[in-house]
């Protein structure tokens, strides 16, 4: 039998020891590392029971403990041996089913290092002694590979369900832990499925628990990172910086943790990077890849050095971001769209056209394609290649709509009004950009921000309000300047000191491109497919360029072209 009390993911915030102390022994290394793990000293429970067991055998539990206590403390090598010593134990007792908690943890950990032989013999292993067991909760815990496996693969009808049975589990056996994997599970299973608000609900129920302290520590270090991760995929920022700070504080209070604060440090960075802390940002992710790195396998690291990468391309350290992306990529990380907007920004815009086309057709779910699309707008506008910009913005229209966050909508806004800007029509991308403004000082994120003080500025620029893209540019520059966007600040330089192209009649290039060939006697059928525009965008520019000229028919457009040099 179990001994009583044995926690196998960590303590929990309340519980009892499971060997009552007394004072006849106060340095016995066994009754203090007991202790320091209910403590959550995991460095001091790794030292006292290592100690224990070099005096006398742990018992099944207390090697479980170790196990725990190491894992948690880095030492992974420890935490292995031990998970298999305590399930060898657990099994020569009669204990099938603890034995496959043992097992079960053991091999979830090796396959997060990546060692996909060792780990999976050892979840094979935890099956079968689970199948010895008949029905226990652990049958719950083994259902999660198979999961995590339909979500890996897209399937969220099919993770949904086996999640929904893992759910059940944890109900039936009254298991806090397997209950709060299940919840993240089915909510990251319907968000891919479409259902968003309802998968958040489920994700908040989850940390709910955990920070309740209703959770173990191990897996409530999957859920922290697991649910940050979504969120930010999701686009939902608030919610990934409430649950940021919230890890940040649950690392704080565990001092010998070492297992999930390289990625909480990630995350952090990316928080201090959107709020434009760039500085700080750059230093706590230098931290965390320092700490992912040793020992070697979390796949943390990965994502560490594609947010360094991030910050060294909008810095415009080009070599160094490059190298970071080489590093993000063996580590098996994707890095799309760095990458394609690091070529962008060397003036590479050919192969940054070819590598964000081949993200959009690889990415899998909607969060992911939205992830990429924007850069695809911003890349194809580059290009040339209004048309297709236009046809990616319209996409990331429906995923906004369909996703409804904030910030997903402020950036269909950008993204609209960038189009309408390429396209010879400032009118209509003041009115977008304009729009949404709100949205993005409510969402606080300062280079963003300014990235469409920038668009708006050039928008104004061809409207021939010249006043309103000075202000435009100024605000632009200090956010720039502030968090040292150095490509970003070259380009405010360089629409400052162009002077703006106009043709006579206060024209835009645009309006000056359709007169011309009104000039050849184009009809607006005609003029619509030469410049990939739709018959309404050339009609309204033809309707502005009468205005301007002061004509009322194509003749007479045409013989302002002519005595004018313009055709």
């Known amino acids: 039998m179990r001994e009583t009390g044995a926690v196998t993911g960590g303590r929990r915030s309340g519980s009892r020891p499971a060997v009552q102390l007394t004072e006849t022994a106060p340095r016995d290394p066994l009754a203090l590392g007991r202790t320091a793990y209910l403590r959550g000293a995991w460095g001091e429970a790794r030292r006292q029971l290592s100690a224990a067991g070099a005096l006398h055998p742990l018992t099944a539990a207390d090697l479980d403990r170790l196990g725990v206590a190491a894992f948690l403390t880095g030492e992974e090598a420890t935490a292995a041996q031990s998970w298999a010593s305590a399930s060898q134990t657990w099994a020569g007792q009669g204990a099938p089913g603890h034995a496959a908690r043992s097992a079960f943890w053991l091999g979830v950990t090796l396959l997060q290092r990546g060692e ?75 968000i891919l499925a479409g259902q968003p608000g309802t998968g958040t609900d489920l994700l908040d129920e989850a940390m709910v628990a955990v920070t309740a302290a209703e959770v173990s520590a191990i897996p409530s270090g999957i859920i922290y990172c697991a649910v940050i991760l979504t969120c930010r995929k999701l686009f939902d920022l608030e919610r990934a910086g409430e649950w940021t700070a919230a890890l940040s504080r649950w690392c704080a209070e565990q001092p010998d943790l070492k297992a999930y604060r390289g990625q909480c440090l990630v995350h952090r960075s990316e928080i201090m990077q959107s709020r434009g802390e760039w500085s700080q940002a750059m230093t706590e992710v230098r931290r ?15 994502m560490a050095y594609y947010q360094l990468g991030e910050l ?36 590479r815009t050919q192969h940054a056209l070819a590598a964000i086309r081949t993200a959009v057709e690889e990415a899998r779910g909607t969060a992911d394609r939205a992830r990429v699309l924007l850069a695809d707008v911003e890349i194809a506008l580059a290009a040339g290649e209004v048309s297709s910009a236009r046809s990616a913005a319209a996409e990331l229209a429906d995923i906004a709509e369909a996703f409804d966050m904030p910030y997903l909508r402020a950036v269909v806004g950008y993204a609209r009004g960038s189009v309408s800007l390429c ?16 949205a993005w000082q409510r969402l606080d994120l300062p280079y963003e921000a300014a990235c469409v003080r920038l668009r708006m500025a050039q928008a104004y620029r061809q409207l021939a309000d010249h006043d309103s893209a000075e202000l435009e540019l100024d605000a632009a520059r200090r956010v720039f300047e502030r968090v040292g966007a150095a490509p970003a600040l070259q380009r405010v330089r360089e629409l400052a000191r162009r002077a703006p192209e106009r043709a006579p009649g206060s024209l835009t290039r645009r309006e000056l491109e359709v007169l011309r060939l009104v000039a050849t006697g184009a009809t607006n059928a005609e003029i619509a497919r030469s410049l990939v525009l739709s018959e309404k965008t050339v009609a309204r520019h033809l309707a502005n360029t009468f205005g301007k000229l002061e004509v009322s028919s194509r003749a007479a457009a045409t013989a302002y072209a002519y005595r004018h040099g313009l055709a």
């Open 116 to 190: 996909h032989a060792r780990g999976g013999g050892w979840l094979a292993r935890a099956r079968r002694l689970a199948g010895a067991a008949g029905d226990c909760v652990e049958c719950g815990y083994l259902r999660i590979p198979a999961g995590l496996e339909a979500l890996e693969r897209g399937d969220g009808d099919s993770a949904e369900a086996v999640f929904a049975d893992v759910v059940r589990t944890a109900e039936r056996f009254g298991d806090p832990d397997l209950r709060a994997l299940g919840n993240l599970g089915r909510g990251q299973a319907l």
């Open 423 to 438: 396209e010879g029509d400032p009118a209509a991308a003041c009115a977008e950009l304009r729009r949404t403004w709100p």
């Open 288 to 302: 965390a890849c320092e700490r992912l790195a040793d020992p070697p396998g979390d796949p943390a690291l990965g």
């Open 312 to 347: 060294q391309r909008l810095r415009g350290d080009f070599g160094e971001a490059e190298r970071s992306y080489r590093r993000a990529s063996a580590e098996g990380h994707s890095v799309q769209p760095g990458l394609a907007l690091l070529r962008l920004a060397q003036g």
